[in-house]
């Protein structure tokens, strides 16, 4: 064996220790420019979800192609892509049809009438406005850039929707926030068991349904759309009237039909006899999901639940857990909290629990626009 001087062995080792540094250098030059290639795809993904969303809404409110694809490049610029602008050419923005096939996957055929998708294909390629992602250690790749694109469909999809509604006593309350507050300034014993007057909390929700009604009216196709009231089982004596007035938990006014006229025939049958009676939110979601099996496109419609209440659940269990079981039917709530006594947060919890939105409405324009707000929201959904 040939032994090697001080100077050898130190020399061999500043050699071991610069190739394992250059190694240490090359992974962690290769483990930036990965993450910088996961966050551009991130943002690239998010971007086109954005684009192809504000075009399918863009051509519901307008029906103009044109139109559409202008709003999607709008969108994609404002978003942008790892924190710079990011422009979609027309061509990236194809409308199309999707359908379900036999296992409810929906399928785009690009071009083919009538439209209810758009697609958008992002590009950061050699070929794109926006040019290939460039890498901060090109000499490590032994390149200078990197191709990455994605895409997005946005479909207007079929949808089941039931109308929640609180038909509690509160309702017949005016607009002021204040309990057992008449708009007509007579007492509780008369107005608990006289019809909601001009200026309730009723006739509010009758114009903001009619608002709601006239959004989906307005729509190229008409959706499925049903209707489920709760209060509380009562049975009161009213010694003024000398009569018994009673209510029902929970009660489908109406099954699912695309004639809205009846659903607000029935609203309108509803607010001309009194309401009383308690706020069991959760028996009437419940009573939803259990009439979201009887629609005949349940399995493959998007389900929805928009759910209105005044007050503060005081019947039944917690609202929160049934809103567990109709997202395990995959089925989404929006709610709307009416006026300054409404129980806010355990709205805001049922929403959020199926991925819904929660409003809170103040008063009665706000209220209006709320249900506007949903009506314009509902039925997209990203089938790519």
Request: hydrophobic share 40%; proline share 3%.
């Amino acid at each position: 064996m040939i032994a090697l001087s001080k100077t050898q062995r130190r020399g061999s080792v500043t050699v071991t220790f610069l190739l394992l540094l250059t190694a240490v250098i090359a992974v962690g030059a290769m483990a930036v420019d990965f993450a910088l290639i996961e966050s551009a795809r991130t943002d690239l993904r998010v971007t086109c979800d954005l684009a192809s969303r504000a075009a399918m809404v863009d051509y519901i409110e307008n029906q103009d192609v044109d139109s559409a694809k202008e709003r999607a490049k709008t969108i994609a610029q404002s978003n942008g892509v790892m924190m710079s602008n990011f422009e979609l050419d027309s061509s990236d923005i194809i409308p199309g049809n999707s359908s379900p096939d036999s296992n409810n996957r929906y399928i785009f055929t690009a071009n083919q009438t009538p439209f209810n998708s758009f697609r958008v294909e992002g590009k950061l390629t050699d070929g794109s406005r926006a040019g290939a992602l460039p890498l901060m250690f090109s000499g490590v790749h032994k390149r200078d850039s990197i191709e990455i694109d994605e895409r997005a469909t946005a479909t207007e999809t079929h949808l089941d929707i039931v109308l929640v509604l609180d038909r509690s006593g509160s309702m017949a309350f005016d607009l002021t926030g204040t309990t057992w507050q008449y708009p007509d300034g007579d007492s509780w014993v008369i107005n608990y068991y006289e019809p909601p007057a001009a200026g309730s909390r009723w006739e509010s929700l009758e114009n903001a349904i009619g608002v709601f009604l006239d959004e989906m009216a307005a729509k190229t196709k008409l959706e499925s759309v049903a209707l489920v009231t709760y209060s509380s089982t009562e049975n009161y004596y009213s010694s003024h009237f000398d009569e018994y007035f009673s209510s029902t938990e929970v009660t489908t006014d109406s099954g699912f039909t695309t004639n809205y006229d009846d659903i607000m025939d029935s609203i309108l049958d509803i607010g001309a006899e009194p309401v009383i009676g308690g706020t069991a939110i959760s028996s009437g979601i419940d009573q939803a999901v259990s009439l979201m099996s009887t629609s005949d496109r349940y399995g493959y419609s998007e389900k929805v639940i928009i759910l209105f209440t005044d007050g503060v659940w005081n019947v039944g269990y917690d609202p929160v857990v049934a809103a567990e079981t109709a997202r395990d039917s995959n089925i989404t709530i929006h709610t709307v909290s009416f006026g300054s006594n409404a129980g806010a947060s355990v709205m805001a919890s049922v929403a959020s629990t199926t991925g819904g939105t929660a409003f809170e409405a103040p008063g009665d324009a706000e209220l209006s626009e709320a249900f506007r707000d949903i009506a314009r929201s509902i039925g997209l959904t990203y089938t790519e």
